[in-house]
T-cell receptor
Framework: NAGVTQTPKFQVLKTGQSMTLQCAQD?????MYWYRQDPGMGLRLIYY???????DKGEVPNGYNVSRLNKREFSLRLESAAPSQTSVYFC????????????FGPGTRLTVT | DQQVKQNSPSLSVQEGRISILNCDYT??????FLWYKKYPAEGPTFLIS?????DKNEDGRFTVFLNKSAKHLSLHIVPSQPGDSAVYFC??????????FGTGTRLTVIP
């Protein structure tokens, strides 16, 4: 049972480049989430997917797009990276409904120069 | 606008003593609260939670207290152990299972 996995672990991009962060969970969870963590700011929700086939904006969605590929996979895309998107990105999943506990992946550290 | 606040960035405690981590929130619509623990280069891991209809929840060495009138919750760790050294985040749920996180408190347990 791997839980929540994320690829890549590290990435350096130049301003304007694009990339997709991948996330997969093997816990048969309905809901999946993308967060970013910046120094001194805690984790902030970028996008979430309450169930397969649905996605919604979180607190800081600008500059990002997401795809819920199937129940297991939820990807985050940066179309044109900016230095302000330098951050650590975490994917999480939860059972949804009355199950509030979210389970997190190990994170992707992204630097945009 | 930070709706969940952890005003102490760091805390140091001797091994065996009690660690008390505090968290305040501003939105009275929050109805569920969680504590997460995070080691460097890892994702946060769930520790303990409490519903707004309770004022205390206990799990082994960890107890969470909720004071709704003060919009305050705290995490007590007794006795503290060196392996508890980590960053602790409190989080609150308002809708659609979306978590609002505090900024974290770095706990150091001194052997």
């Amino acid at each position: 049972n791997a839980g929540v996995t994320q690829t890549p672990k590290f990435q350096v991009l130049k301003t304007g480049q694009s990339m997709t962060l991948q996330c997969a969970q093997d816990m048969n969870h309905n809901s999946m989430y993308w967060y970013r963590q910046d120094p001194g700011m805690g984790l902030r929700l970028i996008y979430y997917s309450a169930s397969e086939g649905t996605t919604d904006k979180g607190e800081v969605p600008n500059g990002y797009n997401v795809s819920r590929l199937n129940k297991r996979e939820f990807s985050l895309r940066l179309e044109s990276a900016a230095p302000s998107q330098t951050s650590v990105y975490f994917c999480a999943s939860s059972g949804g409904g009355s199950s509030y506990e979210q389970y997190f992946g190990p994170g992707t550290r992204l630097t945009v120069t | 606008d930070q709706q969940v606040k952890q005003n102490s960035p760091s805390l140091s405690v001797q091994e065996g003593r009690i660690s008390i981590l505090n968290c305040d929130y501003t939105n009275s619509m929050f109805d569920y609260f969680l504590w997460y623990k995070k080691y460097p280069a890892e994702g946060p891991t769930f520790l303990i939670s409490i519903s707004s209809i309770k004022d205390k929840n206990e799990d082994g060495r960890f107890t969470v207290f909720l004071n709704k009138s003060a919009k305050h919750l705290s995490l007590h760790i007794v006795p503290s152990q060196p392996g508890d050294s980590a960053v602790y985040f409190c989080a609150a749920v308002k809708w659609a299972n979306n978590l609002f996180f505090g900024t974290g408190t770095r706990l150091t347990v001194i052997p």
